[in-house]
Antibody
Framework: EVQLVESGGGLVQPGRSLRLSCAAS????????MHWVRQAPGKGLEWVSG????????GYADSVKGRFTISRDNAKNSLYLQMNSLRAEDTALYYC???????????????WGQGTLVTVSS | EIVLTQSPGTLSLSPGERATLSCRAS???????LAWYQQKPGQAPRLLIY???SRATGIPDRFSGSGSGTDFTLTISRLEPEDFAVYYC????????FGQGTKVEIK
């Protein structure tokens, strides 16, 4: 059974940093691209960032480019999102999602975690 | 960036009725790289349809997708009680933008 478990969310002040993690199991992690998708409270879905299986291809939404960095550790079956210079508008539930496409990003997502909540507020 | 516009915003229907949800793109979606997701309150999204018309694993055949270019449709042939939820389309031909969602609610 595929499982994606996010962690690392919390309350943080504007301008500060936070690092999210996603622990994956139930599939061959290093065969697939992985992504972060977020959802602000009461709002829709927004793709944030994606990374190919070998970290050779990485993409970011314009809204986070230059502030967020995605990475992965295939030996640990883990995905990360380093978030710097956080803003109030980054407040959201952050989902880890498994990609499907051979060439990714862009991609669609067949498995999702339950999300970790990031709140940016003073 | 391709913008996806979903309509209607809310669809009020009764169990057993047919639901037709629309997703229109601001420019052509390459290779019909269009997916649909269902999201229930407090849950993560679930993949329903990919490639505009292919059902994901385990998705009942009452869900069907169609369309190409800039116009796509998700049809639920007969609504079951568990189908009342929010539905999102997503294009993955260029970046990965989502529509704003359509809420299917019980009439």
């Amino acid at each position: 059974e595929v499982q994606l478990v996010e962690s690392g969310g919390g309350l943080v002040q504007p301008g500060r940093s936070l690092r999210l993690s996603c622990a994956a199991s139930g599939f061959t992690f290093d065969d697939y691209a992985m992504h972060w998708v977020r959802q602000a409270p009461g709002k829709g879905l927004e793709w944030v960032s994606g990374i190919s299986w070998n970290s050779g291809s990485i993409g970011y939404a314009d809204s986070v480019k230059g502030r967020f960095t995605i990475s992965r550790d295939n030996a640990k079956n883990s995905l990360y999102l380093q978030m710097n210079s956080l803003r109030a508008e980054d407040t959201a539930l952050y989902y880890c999602a498994k990609g499907v496409m051979v060439v990714s990003p862009p991609d669609y997502f067949d498995y999702w975690g339950q999300g970790t909540l990031v709140t940016v507020s003073s | 960036e391709i913008v996806l516009t979903q309509s209607p915003g809310t669809l009020s229907l009764s169990p057993g009725e047919r639901a037709t949800l629309s997703c229109r793109a601001s420019q052509s979606v390459s290779s019909s790289y269009l997916a649909w997701y269902q999201q229930k309150p407090g849950q993560a999204p679930r993949l329903l349809i990919y490639g505009a018309s292919s059902r994901a694993t385990g998705i009942p055949d009452r869900f069907s997708g169609s369309g190409s270019g800039t116009d796509f449709t998700l049809t639920i042939s007969r609504l079951e009680p568990e189908d009342f939820a929010v539905y999102y389309c997503q294009q993955y031909g260029s970046s990965g933008t989502f529509g704003q969602g359509t809420k299917v609610e019980i009439k």
